[in-house]
């Protein structure tokens, strides 16, 4: 078998598949690139789009979408966006649970270079106001569940234009209403499938507005002890490093540890998707990485329920589960675990929580065929993953997160900033071209978290001889609740498909 030390210098290496090259990007610093970049996400969804393009590409509840039937969507979507006056750097936002829909609005946006603004589905009504005014988010795409909140204060956000009702039901488009209750027909509120079959009469093709590595794709937003939430802006190219960061890390692992190979018999990987998609975890990680690689994504419907997710394990063959920590936790420890055929998960993985013994025990107990578990560590700030551990050293490294991905870099910093040697405990750094462009419209945020170059997180650790990264703690007084659910077991509701 091949060392990880050794596949790693034959892939990032010169003439490798992921050799790296180190470049003046930005400001005059160096950074870690990939020599071989992909240009941008329209190009990852032409390209792979139509090399997959007869296989299912998604399955929510009844509905079973191709590749090519999924992109026909998209496209016609970004053509009706188009015709509504979106252009590049213009918002669209959704507010949905997961589904095909909150899947195509995130492509059809990305594709024309306008900009996905990802809102909480667990947002009270002023969040999703302030999220809305704060992005300056023309269209809004939402389910009517989520709708509800806002639907009587629409006239509380002066720039919203359109609102696209994903199960919109006849008496929901005929009106919106100020906030005295005066009917009004400003936003226009239109159904999401009338919009898709207008786009499409024309039979369109891919945008062809020109895409930078730096141009803004994604606004998702994180939030701390005090104010408002700040929205973190990944640009193309720090979703496309996240994106080869992931294809290298599953390279790696097959090359190290064959056994636990995602996609050893050939067929098509199939992926659930319970992670929301207004997370870097969902989106980044899961949807984008997954539509590349040819995956079939399989999205429950309704709150994360362990026992649906074992009916569509044994369903769809399910393969792969990345994940939470408290997801795993309540599937691992649910009385009917044992009641369904989950042998065909092969491949478990959940964000940042030091992989504790018993938990390591207990997904092997669950799913007798997962040959060793992954685990990985990032922020909504970084684009996703900035370490991982891979298969195979979980299980020698069961508190740790991994090596930094070949193109970032990790620190320790003391409360000064200044690094610290190996082995002393501080605030954890990163850096790398998955790094965020900044906090939208919060330039004082911006130039607190990102100093020379370097993403504060916020959060403590540090790292061993071997370069391994370790969290033991969240910086004190920083509540930010989904850096908290990368880092302890926690009981309240995990995140889910339907918030």
């Not at 589960?321 to 675990?337: D, G």
Request: hydrophobic share 40%; charged share 20%.
């Amino acid at each position: 078998m091949t060392t990880l030390d050794d596949a790693t210098a034959m892939l990032t290496g010169p003439g490798g598949q992921f050799e790296t090259i180190t470049t003046d990007k930005v400001d005059g610093r160096p950074m870690r690139l990939y020599r071989d970049r992909l240009a941008n996400l329209r190009f990852v969804s032409e390209v792979f789009g139509a090399a997959h393009a007869d296989k299912e590409f998604v399955v929510h509840g009844d509905q079973r979408i191709t590749y090519t039937d999924f992109l026909a969507e998209v496209n016609a979507l970004s053509e009706w966006l188009a015709s509504a006056g979106i252009g590049k750097g213009d918002r669209v936002a959704v507010l949905s649970a997961n589904n095909p829909q909150w899947c195509a609005t995130f492509w059809a946006t990305v594709d024309m270079g306008a900009i996905l603004v990802g809102l909480n589905g667990w947002w009270n009504t002023d969040e999703i106001l302030y999220g809305l005014n704060h992005s300056g988010a023309r269209v809004l795409v939402a389910d009517t569940q989520r709708f509800e909140r806002i639907e009587q204060h629409l006239a509380q956000v002066p720039a919203l234009e359109q609102v696209l009702l994903i199960d919109a039901v006849p008496h929901r488009t005929t009106a919106t209403y100020t906030s005295s209750g005066t009917a009004t027909t400003d936003p226009a509120v239109t159904p999401y499938r009338m919009a898709v079959a207008e786009g499409a009469k024309s039979d369109p093709g891919f945008p062809t507005t020109k895409i930078d590595e730096s141009d803004p794709a994604v606004i998702f937003y994180t939030s701390g002890t005090t104010g408002r939430p700040k929205g973190a802006v990944s640009t193309h190219g720090n979703m496309i490093a996240n994106l080869q960061n992931t294809v290298f890390s599953l390279t790696l692992s097959a090359m190290t540890n064959p056994a636990a190979s995602r996609t050893a018999d050939g067929t098509q990987p199939v992926a659930l998707l319970t992670s929301p998609l207004f997370h870097v975890s969902g989106c980044h990680s899961t949807l984008v990485v997954g539509f590349m690689g040819g995956m079939k994504l399989v999205i429950p419907e309704g709150r994360f329920d362990p026992e649906k997710v074992f009916d569509l394990i044994e369903a769809e063959g399910v393969r792969i589960w990345a994940t939470v920590p408290t997801m795993i936790w309540r599937a691992t420890e649910h009385p009917a675990r044992h009641d369904h055929d989950l042998s065909t998960i092969v491949s478990v993985a959940f964000g940042g929580s030091p992989s504790a013994d018993e938990l390591q025990r207990r997904i092997r107990e669950t799913f007798p065929n997962v040959k060793a578990t992954t685990n990985a560590y990032g922020l909504t700030e970084s684009s996703s993953v900035a370490t991982i551990l891979t298969a195979g050293e979980s299980v020698e490294r069961v508190d740790s997160v991994g090596l930094p991905m070949p193109v970032v870099d990790i620190a320790i910093a003391d409360p000064l900033g200044n690094h610290l040697p190996t082995g002393q405990t501080g605030e954890v750094l990163i850096r790398g071209p998955i790094v965020m462009a900044g906090y939208w419209d919060n330039p004082e945020a911006t130039a607190a978290t990102i100093r020379d170059g370097w993403l504060h997180t916020g959060d403590v650790g540090h790292l061993d001889d071997d370069g391994y990264l370790y969290i033991t703690g969240p910086r004190q007084g920083h509540a930010d609740p989904w850096r908290r659910e990368r880092l302890l077991r926690g009981d309240r509701e995990p995140p889910g498909g339907a918030p």
